[in-house]
């Protein structure tokens, strides 16, 4: 149900991301039917009220292109960071009722940690917003999350969430500090076989997604794991195109040279 997108998301995700999904998203509708559908988590009633009130609030506020990516913290010991990225129509808007949102959360969530910290740049504070429990992450995403917690900022005119405040604030500052995908060999390659406009793409560096099949990717076909010396040297680049009810896939692996 959605129309295609045009451009690659390279200036807007850090350049340690090693899985990235770009998506048009013109019929929210349908995506977070689509999504609520997939999720087999037990939800209670106060979450399910929850999903509710944030998917009006991202039909009302989010624009048509949604970006999901996984990166590399600055300490590599740690799990990778998951972020999704969504293009607003009118930010100063879409943040008063974001805010309005999080006041509004009970009193006990308020209690559990504050509802708004920040992330400091040379430049600027950016607000981090804990959200209301919510399963949208997970089912915007497909990544496996283990926590209902979900973080917002604003950030390049975009709107960012996460499960954890400090993947946002490492977003942000390999953002701000110009540490982009853009200037790295292997998208730029890999991007050189793809076509600017289309409905849906995906990025994954394997060696990297071997390592965090468990924590995060959870759709990981079992023909690359059991293969996964072979693919460990390879990246994937996978295009989705639609035209007259046909799919048009472009299926991309390029070798990682030493």
Known sequence: QQESVEGFPGEALPSTAFYFTKQGVTDWASLLSYGDMQETGVRTSDVRNRNRELSHYLMENAGQELVACLFQREDTLQDAAAVLSLSVADVTEAERML?????????????????????????????????PQTTLFEQLTS???????????????????????????????????????????????????????????LMADFDHIFQQSENHVRFVPDFFLRNADFFRH?????????????????IVLKYKSE
């Open 143 to 201: 990544f496996a999350e283990p926590t209902l917690d979900v973080y917002a900022a604003f950030y390049g005119g975009r709107l960012l969430l996460a499960p954890d405040a400090d993947a946002l604030a490492h977003y942000i500052r390999q953002l701000d500090k110009g540490e982009v995908l853009n200037g790295a060999m292997a998208y730029q390659t890999g991007m050189d076989h793809l076509s600017d406009s289309y409905h849906f793409m």
């Open 234 to 250: 390879f990246t994937l680049f996978v295009q989705f195109a639609c035209a007259d009810g046909m799919v048009y896939p472009n």
């Open 99 to 131: 805010r309005a949102l999080v006041n509004a959360a009970s009193a006990d969530e308020g209690r559990r940690n504050p509802r708004i910290t920040f992330c400091y740049t040379v430049n600027k504070a950016y607000p981090i917003y804990r959200l």
